[in-house]
C-alpha cells in the first residue's frame, strides 16, 4: 500500500500535546488527555506515513515511541519535586506551586534534555563537557568540524555497503561469506550513530548559537569507542544514552511490587537481589526493543521483530559477561595473587554527584562513579581489552544481524552511483 507523505504539522502537534502533558502541577486528567491524544497521531504517522528516505523513517518511527517513552515517564514514573537543576539551585523549590510560565519552561527543558545534563538525575558516565570557558564562537566552530566530519564518515560507509554484496542482495543472506556480514552491520551501526551525532551538533550549534544555551551543557552524544571492550561497557559508556532515565524508570514502576526481595530488605538473601537486578537488565532492554518496533514498523510497513530481537538480545550479552566476569574471579581468588588487578573485568563503577534524588526517590550517585570507575579502568591489562574488543565486534556482528536483515528486503542500502562494483574498484566482490 502506498504511504502518504509525512505529516510535519501533525508531527508538530505531538510535540506539543507531549510537552503539554509533562508541565507538572496540571489535574492528572488533563495530562491523561494530552497522552490519550497523542495515541491516534503517532500510530497515524508510524503506519501511515513516509518520509521517502528509508534511513529517516527508521530513524523517526523509534524517535516518536521515544518521545513518548519519556513523556510518560515524567508524568507517570516520577515525581517532579525531586528533580534538582544543579546548573540553576535556586530553582530547587517544589514546582508544582510554581506559576504556569514557570513549569512550561520546566517541562521543554526536561522533555528536551533526556540526559538529564545539569541536572540531579544526569546520566552518569557521559562525555566531558566542554569547559565552562569556552566561548560560544569556538563551540560553534568545533561543532561544524565533527558535523562535517560525521558527513563525510556517514557518506563513506554508505558507499561500502552500497558495494556491499550482502548489503544490496536479493537472495538468500546466508550465502554471502561472513565477512560481508561483519563489514555490513558496523557500516550500517557507525554510519547510524554518525547521522545521530550530526543532528545533535547542529540541534547544540542552534541553541547555543541563539543564546537559549552555553556550551557547557552540550557534550558529545556519544563516548570514545574505545571504551567498548565489553557490551556492557558499549550501553554505559560508548551509546548516547538518551533512554536510560525513561526506561529505568518504567522498569522500577513494573517491578516495584518486587522490591520486598531486594537485598537491602532480605539481607540474608542476596540471591534475590541479583535476580532482582536481572530482572532490572532484561526488562530495560525490552522496553528500549519495543521503543525501537516504531521505526522498523515505519520502514518495513509491518511487524519485523528485528529491533526487538536485537535489544532483548543484549540483555543475554551482559549476562554471559558477568557470568564469565564471576567465573575469572574466582579462579584469581584460588591463585596466590588475590589481589590481581584485572578482577573486576567491566571497570564498573556506583556513585555521582553527592546523593541527589532522580525523581524516583533513590539517590543518583554521577561524580564519583565516573571518578570510582577510571580509578578501576587503570588496573584493566591490555590483553583483556583486546580479547573484549574482539568479543565486542563478533557479538554485534551476530546480534545485529537481526536488526540489519529484514531492512536489506528494503533496498535501503542500494544506491547504483554509489557502488564501487559497477566501476571495477572492488576486485575482490
Known amino acids: 500500500m502506498q504511504k502518504l507523505p509525512f505529516d510535519g504539522l501533525q508531527f508538530a502537534l505531538l510535540q506539543t500535546l507531549l510537552v503539554a502533558a509533562v508541565v507538572p502541577g496540571q489535574p492528572r486528567i488533563s495530562q491523561v488527555a494530552c497522552l490519550a491524544a497523542v ?50 539551585p535556586e530553582e530547587s ?28 538525575h544526569e546520566a552518569p558516565l557521559l562525555p566531558e563537557r566542554p569547559e565552562k570557558t569556552m566561548t560560544r564562537r569556538k563551540f560553534l566552530m568545533d561543532r561544524l568540524v565533527i558535523v562535517a566530519s560525521c558527513g563525510v564518515l556517514e557518506l563513506a560507509l554508505t558507499v561500502m555497503n552500497a558495494s556491499n554484496p550482502r548489503m544490496t542482495a536479493t537472495d538468500d543472506l546466508a550465502s554471502y561469506a561472513w565477512y560481508w556480514k561483519v563489514l555490513g552491520v ?31 551543557r552540550w557534550p558529545r552524544a556519544f563516548g ?9 561497557r558499549f550501553w554505559r559508556r560508548v551509546w548516547h544514552q538518551n533512554l536510560r532515565k525513561s526506561a529505568l524508570g518504567c522498569t522500577e514502576f513494573i517491578l516495584a511490587p518486587f522490591s520486598v526481595f531486594d537485598r537491602t530488605k532480605v539481607p540474608n538473601q542476596p540471591q534475590l537481589s541479583t535476580a ?44 554471559i559477561e558477568k557470568a564469565v566476569s564471576a567465573c575469572y574471579r574466582v579462579l584469581l581468588e584460588r591463585t596466590p595473587q588475590n589481589d590481581h588487578p584485572t578482577a573486576n573485568v567491566h ?11 532522580n525523581g524516583t526517590g533513590k539517590p543518583n550517585d554521577v561524580g ?62
Open 276 to 319: 532482582i537486578k536481572l530482572a532490572r537488565l532484561y526488562l530495560a532492554f525490552t522496553i528500549t526493543g519495543i521503543v525501537h518496533i516504531g521505526g522498523e514498523y515505519m520502514l518495513l510497513g509491518k511487524m519485523g521483530w528485528g529491533s526487538f530481537t536485537f535489544f532483548a538480545l543484549q540483555a543475554v550479552g551482559i549476562s
Open 224 to 232: 570514545s569507542p574505545l571504551d567498548a571492550w565489553s557490551v556492557q
Open 186 to 216: 558496523s557500516c550500517f551501526g557507525i554510519a547510524g550513530a554518525s547521522r545521530i551525532e550530526a543532528m545533535y551538533c547542529m540541534l547544540s550549534m542552534a541553541v547555543v548559537g541563539l543564546g537559549f544555551s552555553s556550551p557547557h
Open 368 to 429: 564519583s562513579m565516573r571518578k570510582g570507575s577510571e580509578k578501576r579502568e587503570k588496573k584493566i591489562e591490555m590483553w583483556i581489552r583486546c580479547i573484549g574488543y574482539i568479543w565486542v565486534i563478533l557479538w554485534f556482528s551476530w546480534s545485529a544481524s537481526y536488526m540489519v536483515d529484514p531492512i536489506i528486503s528494503t533496498g535501503m542500502f542500494v544506491h547504483p552511483w554509489l557502488d564501487l562494483r559497477r566501476r571495477g574498484e572492488w576486485w575482490f566482490v
Open 347 to 357: 571497570g564498573r563503577g556506583s556513585g555521582g554527584h553527592p546523593a541527589q534524588e
Open 93 to 120: 523549590t517544589r514546582i508544582t506551586e510554581q506559576p504556569f510560565s514557570r513549569r512550561l519552561r520546566w517541562a521543554l527543558d526536561l522533555y528536551t534534555n533526556v540526559r538529564g545534563i545539569g541536572w540531579a
Open 39 to 88: 495515541v491516534p497521531i503517532s500510530y497515524h504517522l508510524i503506519t501511515k506515513t513516509s518520509t521517502g528516505d528509508a534511513a529517516g523513517d527508521l530513524g523517526l518511527g523509534s524517535a516518536i515511541l521515544t518521545q513518548i517513552l519519556v513523556a510518560l515517564d515524567l508524568v507517570f514514573f516520577t515525581d517532579p519535586n525531586t528533580l534538582k537543576n544543579l546548573e540553576k
